[in-house]
């Protein structure tokens, strides 16, 4: 049996006696929406014309991953331009100059990691820094709409933080 308006915390009042379908569940704790990574085809081409373009000033890119990377100093939301790595993947050269993914802190990627394979949802990247360690972050394949969604690890925040000022 569901719960009914009376109980439900919207102000229906019990005169409704509606009854609410929904289970009772925890309201899981918001993500934090950080960054849009975006690849580019030529990383110091894509500072430039984002520069330009946006008037945003960007750290020295820096490999991270194997990847060559350049975050803007805007302050949350970053941009994360990312240097094209080949033909596929989620880095790849035919996936240039548009949002790729957008990403968000997780303070527990595996425990993420292992919700996303119960729902069935496509892992296209897992970052770690070593074997034995915990996914530093976990990019979604493409939903319907092409996005992805990269759950970065809380940890590196600091590190993220400092770089990007």
């Known amino acids: 049996m569901g719960r009914t308006a009376q109980d439900d915390g919207r102000g229906a009042g019990p005169e ?98 292992a919700q996303l394979a119960a729902r069935g949802v496509v892992v296209e990247c897992v970052l770690r820094e070593s074997s034995q360690a915990s996914p530093s972050a976990v990019i979604t394949g493409p939903d319907l709409a092409g996005g992805r969604i990269a759950y970065v690890a809380t940890r590196l925040r600091p590190a993220i933080e400092e770089w990007a000022r």
Do not use: K
């Not at 993500?31 to 008037?55: K, M, N, P, W, Y």
């Open 16 to 113: 409704s006696g509606t009854e609410i379908d929904r289970p009772m569940t925890r309201t899981p704790v918001p993500l934090t929406f950080f960054c849009v990574g975006i690849v580019v085809a030529d990383l110091e081409q894509g500072v430039h014309r984002l520069s330009a373009g946006l008037g945003v000033e960007f750290t020295r890119p820096a490999t991270v991953f194997g990847l060559s990377i350049a975050v803007s100093r805007t302050g949350s939301p970053h941009y994360q331009l990312i240097q094209a790595t080949g033909d596929d993947g989620p880095f790849a050269t035919a996936d240039t100059d548009r949002a790729r993914y957008y990403g968000c802190w997780e303070q527990n990627t595996e425990r993420r990691l």
